[in-house]
């Protein structure tokens, strides 16, 4: 397994093995993570000591135009019981991700050197979220890395129904707006495939980061 050295540089994503590991250490420096995204690969591990960068085939995606939105949320929409914000909370959404208790999942995947990184990545302008919020409390959101025209989703959380799934749609529409093509969902999960997420092959969206 290809082992990262100091240098800020990876195997091509299609060296990844059938797990989509591509290489296995390295450091969390914002600019190896964001040089990661650039190319197709994420980093995935529980530990900071410890780290994977994956690639996997076939990749999750969501494309823009593509999104299904279900007539009950339509209704929901439509009586505006939230107030969507993006960017003014960023680490708060990144903290409540890493809260959130997921299926099958005894920890969390967002360790704090990874959260160190998205804040910087943040502040530097290559990472961003979507807020939700209801009677003043941060409901939802979500939170990602932007390598236009795609945008990275990495976690969404909900603390009331819906939240995950309106942050979503108004970060769809945002995304349209400046003629994105696509957002990275990396992995499958029944929740983005409920939403119009689909699998496509590594070689196709590797396609779509060159142009």
Known sequence: ??????RFEFPSPNSADSQGIVAVGGDLNPKRVLLAYQQGIFPWFEQDDFLIW??????????????????????????NPFEVTFNKAFSEVV???????????????????????YQELHEQGDAF????????NLVGGLYGIDVDPVFCGESMFSKVSN??????????????????????CQVP???????????????????????
């Open 1 to 6: 397994m290809f082992e990262l050295s100091e």
């Open 54 to 79: 994956w690639s996997p085939d076939p990749r999750m995606v969501l494309y823009l135009e593509n999104l299904k939105i279900s007539k009950s949320m339509r209704q929901l929409l439509r009586k």
């Open 95 to 117: 903290k409540s991700c890493a809260k959130v208790k997921r299926f099958g999942q005894t920890g969390t995947w967002i360790t704090p050197g990874l959260m160190n990184a």
């Open 129 to 136: 979220s979507v807020e939700v919020w209801q009677h003043g």
């Open 163 to 184: 939240a995950s799934k309106v942050a979503l749609i108004y970060l769809v529409r945002e995304l349209k707006k400046q003629h994105y093509k696509l957002i990275d």
């Open 189 to 211: 999960t029944a929740h983005l495939a409920s939403m119009g997420a689909e699998a496509i092959s590594r070689e196709k969206f590797l396609s779509y980061l060159n142009n």
